[in-house]
Nanobody
């Protein structure tokens, strides 16, 4: 079991940057897969990016080249660096960890891209 807490969201202008953090309540070294998802109003939750314990990454086509996912096992923290933000990136961003057959979620952090 693990508790996840996201932070770093906010209001940013188009073209701006934000870095999201997800802090876990326990060591993440043994957590094979962690990821960031987002949900915009009226839309389904979608995968943004995920990362394995070995450092392998996967990105949604819509964020490739703009977002970078990383994890710092020593700090029990996963990050999402978001650059060149667009209004369509506006959503609540959720941290996820897959442990065995279970998936754990954070409470979400709002990202709003608007001028």
């Amino acid at each position: 079991q693990v508790q996840l807490v996201e932070s770093g969201g906010g209001l940013v202008q188009p073209g701006g940057s934000l870095r999201l953090s997800c802090v876990a309540s326990r060591s993440i070294i043994s957590i094979y897969a962690m990821g960031w998802y987002r949900q915009a109003p009226g839309k389904q939750r979608e995968l943004v990016a995920d990362i394995t314990s070995g450092g392998g990454t996967n990105y949604a086509d819509s964020v490739k080249g703009r977002f970078t996912i990383s994890r710092d096992n020593a700090k029990n923290t996963m990050y999402l660096q978001m650059n060149s933000l667009k209004p369509e990136d506006t959503a609540v961003y959720y941290c996820n960890a897959a442990i065995g057959a279970f998936r754990y979620w954070g409470q979400g952090t709002q990202v709003t891209v608007s001028s």
